[in-house]
């Protein structure tokens, strides 16, 4: 069942497309102090290991540091046991371990709407339609190319087809979901 929630008067916009990415996992690290330095520690470890962050979006909360990135599902637990031995630093003066700073939320995938052609109605209009289809908008990140948006894996399909109502995709649209996977190999 398709929901057509945006009022017919307001035009459709155009965009390139619409991908998804496969499930995810989120994590949300919360600088704790301003000395704290876990988010450069972890970033220089995944990038030791290879891990590839497909979504990372940065900003500050007052003075401390916001940071929330997306790994592949099967890269969870290696990143869950790097993040368990983040060492506890120094800034943080209640002593809390790198697992207490960070949030996180599996079964995650990233909709990326392409190009939206700096269309300023977009992202609000995206936004209202998912929040009022009931569909939890965990992050989101825009540029003036594109909008990733995070929600749930499984209503990737339910959330495509609300847009729907809003964008108008070009005629011949490359399938939402990827059709193959490319992992390195590590050597």
């Known amino acids: 069942m398709e929901k057509q929630l945006t009022p ?19 994590y949300t690290c919360r600088q704790v102090a301003i000395a704290d330095r876990s988010l450069p520690i972890v970033l220089r470890q995944l ?3 290879r891990i590839n962050l497909t979504y990372f979006c940065s900003g500050r909360d ?15 637990l290696e990143v869950d046991a790097l993040l ?9 003066v209640a002593g809390r371990p790198g697992t207490e700073r960070i949030e996180r939320i599996a079964g995650v995938g990233t909709l990326t709407i392409f190009p939206h052609r700096r269309s300023p109605a ?15 908008v965990h992050s989101l990140c825009t540029s003036i190319s ?4 995070n ?35 590590k050597r």
Not at 8 to 26: A, M, N, T, W
Not at 146 to 149: C, E, N, P, R
């Open 8 to 26: 017919p008067d307001e035009p459709r916009i155009d965009v390139g497309g619409i991908k998804f990415s496969p499930e995810l996992v989120q």
């Open 47 to 49: 990038a030791g290991r």
């Open 62 to 76: 007052g003075d401390l540091l916001r940071s929330t990135f997306c790994v592949a599902a099967a890269a969870a």
């Open 84 to 92: 368990a031995a983040v060492p506890v630093d120094a800034g943080d």
């Open 122 to 136: 977009l992202l609000g209009r995206v936004v209202a339609s998912l929040a009022e289809a009931g569909i939890a």
């Open 146 to 149: 594109a909008l990733s948006v």
């Open 151 to 185: 929600i749930d894996f499984p209503r990737l399909d339910e959330a495509v087809a609300i847009l729907g109502a809003i964008v108008d995709l070009p005629e011949h649209h490359s399938p939402f979901r990827p059709e193959f996977s490319i992992t390195q190999i």
